[in-house]
């Protein structure tokens, strides 16, 4: 079983940055591709990014240039620092993996306001 719990949201100002972190539990941790999906109301989840257990990363394009997903895998735990936020990003954001089966966490808000 895996669970893994984000955190690191909030309220924002444009232009402004955060950074969200996934703890994820197990120790099949370091082989695991992860990634950070979002979802606004009526949409469905996106993937926003993702980074394998090589350390390569994808991004949507319409955050290429402004997050970046990082791992450590000695605290079982990735990153999405997040800059230049726009209001467009607002959203809840989930930790994923899939390990023969999916799994999600609960999720964080992020919402850029003025």
């Known amino acids: 079983q895996v669970q893994l719990v984000e955190s690191g949201g909030g309220l924002v100002q444009p232009g402004g940055s955060l950074r969200l972190s996934c703890a994820a539990s197990g120790s099949i941790f370091s082989a695991a591709v992860m990634a950070w999906y979002r979802q606004t109301p009526g949409k469905g989840r996106e993937l926003v990014a993702s980074?394998?257990?090589?350390?390569?990363?994808n991004y949507v394009d319409s955050v290429k240039g402004r997050f970046t997903i990082s791992r450590d895998n000695a605290k079982n735990t990735i990153y999405l620092q997040s800059n230049s936020l726009k209001p467009e990003d607002t959203a809840v954001y989930y930790c994923?993996?899939?390990?023969?089966?999916?799994?999600w966490g609960k999720g964080t808000l992020v919402t850029v306001s003025s």
């Open positions: 980074i394998t257990s090589d350390y390569r990363t």
């Open positions: 994923h993996t899939y390990l023969g089966t999916a799994y």
